[in-house]
């Protein structure tokens, strides 16, 4: 039985209730009269429920798909405005014990070159990822508890945090290490991490026995279970995902949704991020050996269902898709992406040969972060460096009340033109830094508040001076 307040995976993410959402969802695909209902309480900007989304997801009426792609372009606009906050990812191990089929990291892989970094190298990658004008980190490891054990990850995070190169600072580290335990999870917490990242990748318990079938992520209910643990453990900010391509992706939507039921019902508030990676090319994966791959408009609209289902969650694209997918998804509901990432150990200080790849996946897209900032605001968006609500402590229920009472807008549009003009200044090329000085100049009208509006300007004429790290 479905019970979102359930601490058991197996009656949070319900089977049963999936394949119900599903079969009604299939059965009303074209009841104008049942879609306009959802579609109506969807306006009303309180999100949806997964089997409403799953109906949403399956509609077949032309007309009211193009309202939901309208309605979710809206939703980004009013939540998120114009702003893109900027992150990358950094490989710090890809040992691994596990056996994930998807993945080129798995233990079975004897070809794949295994590279761990040192503190040294650590900083390395670090000042590379700072003179490119990083700020957020994702940091990434495989499971191990030999060469990566908890004590390794916490000695990196502190070595990252420590590294000030030039105007250079990592400000916030979001982690994506395996399901751990409270204790370990309270240990990340003490080390100052940001999010608390773990992708699902399938919600389908028996897919996911077959597609783990090694190592201790085999286990469908500890890893599901891992976001409460975290939760516990005191980490608020937790960031879901599934790999697309896995399982059916209508299955994959309710399952995340109800996750995110879960985290709101139990924990009283939702994920802080949603990812949607699709799977894709890698050493010794091929991604057409799985049959559930999904084309740019199914990709389109799961995005655009997220985005209404769940208004106060960030979606990440990373640089798996490429420059015109993302350009798609960016209107209809992403937050935040990567620019200018390496998927491999120690890819940012030292470029590899291709053929001795030690990447976790192909990069779709391969600009340069100044590239993708130029990009980005030629568009029209701000490209944000913004870190603030972390370190201000505005996190998990203080963060989600303050963003619910749309508060969270008169920080993050100022604070996005502040940490793009430390950006400007530090690290763009002579265009970027034309098209940015532009921007900034008629964004700073669009902020209400006079007083507000005020103190950014003087920020901005001190950020030009080398004043830095102005945040609201
Ligand atoms: S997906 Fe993660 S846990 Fe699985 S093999 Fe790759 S690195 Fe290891
Ligand atoms: S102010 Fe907070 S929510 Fe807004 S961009 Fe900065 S960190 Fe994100």
């Known amino acids: 039985m479905y019970n979102p307040k359930s601490m058991k995976a197996d009656e949070f993410i319900c089977h049963e209730e999936i394949a119900a959402a599903l079969a009604f969802a299939e059965e009303n695909k074209s009841n104008a009269e049942l879609l306009r209902s959802v579609m109506e309480k969807a306006r009303l900007r309180k ?125 916030r580290v979001n982690v994506n290490i395996a399901a751990t335990t409270v204790e370990n999870y309270r240990r990340l917490k003490e080390a100052g991490i940001g999010t608390y990242i773990l992708f699902q990748e399938t919600y389908h318990k028996e897919s996911y026995e077959k597609l783990h079938p090694t190592g201790p992520k085999h286990n469908y209910a500890y890893h599901t279970e891992a976001m409460d643990r975290a939760m516990e453990g005191g980490i608020d900010d937790v960031g879901l995902g599934v790999l697309f391509g896995l399982e059916n992706y209508r299955y994959e939507l309710a399952g995340i949704l109800m996750h995110a039921e879960h985290l709101e019902a139990v924990h009283g508030v939702g994920p802080h991020t949603i990812s949607v990676p699709r799977i894709r090319r890698a050493d010794d994966i091929d991604p057409s050996e799985f049959d559930n791959g999904i084309d740019d408009d199914t990709f389109a609209k799961i995005v655009a269902v997220i985005r209404i289902a769940v208004p106060y969650t960030g979606m990440i694209v990373s640089t798996r898709e490429s420059k015109a997918c993302r350009e798609r998804v960016l209107h209809l509901g992403v937050s935040q992406i990567s620019g200018g990432s390496r ?130």
């Open 343 to 472: 998927t491999s150990v120690g890819g940012y200080a030292d470029e590899e040969p291709e053929d001795e790849s030690s990447a976790q996946f192909d990069v779709e897209d391969r600009r340069t972060l100044d590239e993708v900032v130029n990009w980005l605001m030629t568009m029209g968006y701000i490209p944000s460096f913004c870190t603030a609500c972390y370190r201000e402590g505005r996190t998990g229920d203080r963060f989600m009340s303050l963003c619910k009472a749309g508060q969270i807008q008169n920080c993050c549009h100022p604070n996005a033109l502040m940490t793009l003009q430390e950006y400007l200044e530090d690290y763009a090329s002579e265009d970027t830094k034309n098209i940015g000085e532009k921007l900034i100049s008629r964004e700073i009208e669009n902020v209400p508040s006079e007083k507000v509006r005020k103190i950014v300007t003087q920020n901005l004429a001190d950020i030009k001076q080398g004043k830095r790290d102005f945040r609201f």
């Open 47 to 171: 999100g949806l429920t997964h089997r409403e989304a799953s109906l949403l997801l399956d509609c077949d009426i032309e007309e009211i798909n193009k309202e939901i792609y309208s309605l979710a372009e809206q939703i980004k606009k009013d939540f998120y405005g114009n702003r893109i906050v900027m992150f990358a990812p950094l490989y710090l191990s890809n040992y691994c014990v596990n056996g994930c089929v998807y993945c080129p990291y798995h233990a079975k892989n004897c070809h794949i070159p295994r590279k761990k970094l040192t503190q040294e190298e650590i900083v390395r990658e670090v000042t590379a990822l700072q003179d490119m004008g990083h700020k957020r980190l994702a940091i990434e490891a495989g499971e191990d508890p030999v060469n990566n054990p908890i004590e390794y990850i916490l000695e990196c995070i502190n070595t990252i945090y420590s590294i000030k190169h030039k105007n250079g600072a990592i400000r």
